[in-house]
Nanobody
Framework: VQLQASGGGSVQAGGSLRLSCAAS????????VAWFRQAPGKEREFVAG????????NYVDSVKGRFSISRENAKRTVYLQLNNLKPEDTAVYYC?????????????????WGHGTKVTVSS
């Protein structure tokens, strides 16, 4: 499974971005796809995840109501819509995939990772 993340950029606080994670290879409906982020000097943290088959989603509390994860099966792409961005959302965002039914928040659960896409939010 290969993952390609894109869509990062620089915005002012309150702005929006949409990140995309395109999957290729032997990915199928039993996968969970998640977004993580890593700010400078901090550990990588879970942001949001979606069960590819059921569409069930999960979010970290700090982004609930602002970020939205979705998938488009035909394009094998998972999106992360980032709204009302804050400076503390500044980080490199990574997408990851795992063969699971549940959406786990630990990085160790995910076997496949894409390269990151950088999001910078200025105040």
């Amino acid at each position: 499974v290969q993952l390609q993340a894109s869509g990062g950029g620089s915005v002012q606080a309150g702005g929006s971005l949409r990140l995309s994670c395109a999957a290729s290879g032997r990915i199928h409906s039993r996968y969970v796809v998640a977004w993580f982020r890593q700010a400078p000097g901090k550990e990588r943290e879970f942001v949001a995840g979606v069960n590819w088959s059921s569409g069930v989603t999960n979010y970290v509390d700090s982004v609930k109501g602002r970020f939205s994860i979705s998938r488009e099966n035909a394009k094998r792409t998972v999106y992360l819509q980032l709204n009302n961005l804050k400076p503390e959302d500044t980080a490199v965002y990574y997408c990851a995939a795992a063969l699971h039914n549940a959406i786990f928040e630990s990085t160790r659960t995910y076997r496949y990772w894409g390269h990151g896409t950088k999001v910078t939010v200025s105040s």
